[in-house]
């Protein structure tokens, strides 16, 4: 599985359980720590860390293997590396504190459904 698949999969799965503005950012010319940052929020501390659990098992039953979580217990920002793909899911107000996506400016934003 190459890492625009990986991406489209974590999208899905952010979708199936409604995270808020889910952005996915190329960023594999930019950086080689990866190739995607996707970028999301949730309105709460429970659906926040719904949203790492099911993208974490979605990704697990399609083979990708979690090389590393952060931030899960107090579920204001969760990190989730797959490597290639580092999915954000955040709280409003950090994820507007954090700015992620003018931080990576110099990547590309790239419409879910392009993946």
């Known amino acids: 599985m190459n890492s625009r698949e990986i991406a489209k999969l974590a999208v899905t799965a952010l979708e199936d359980k409604k995270a808020e503005d889910i952005r996915v950012i ?4 930019v950086t080689v720590i990866a190739d995607y940052f996707i970028i999301a929020n949730g309105t709460n ?9 099911h993208v974490e098992e979605t990704l697990g039953r399609a083979g990708v ?11 204001n920002w969760v990190l989730l590396d797959f490597r290639d793909v580092i999915v ?3 709280d409003r107000e950090n994820r507007l504190f954090y700015d992620l996506e ?8 790239t419409p879910s459904n392009e993946l």
């Open 65 to 75: 293997e979690l090389k590393q979580a952060e931030g899960y217990d107090s579920a």
């Open 102 to 109: 003018r931080i990576w400016r110099d990547g590309r934003l």
């Open 26 to 29: 190329d960023i594999s010319e």
């Open 88 to 90: 954000h899911i955040f």
């Open 45 to 53: 501390r429970t659906q926040i860390q719904t949203l790492a659990d």
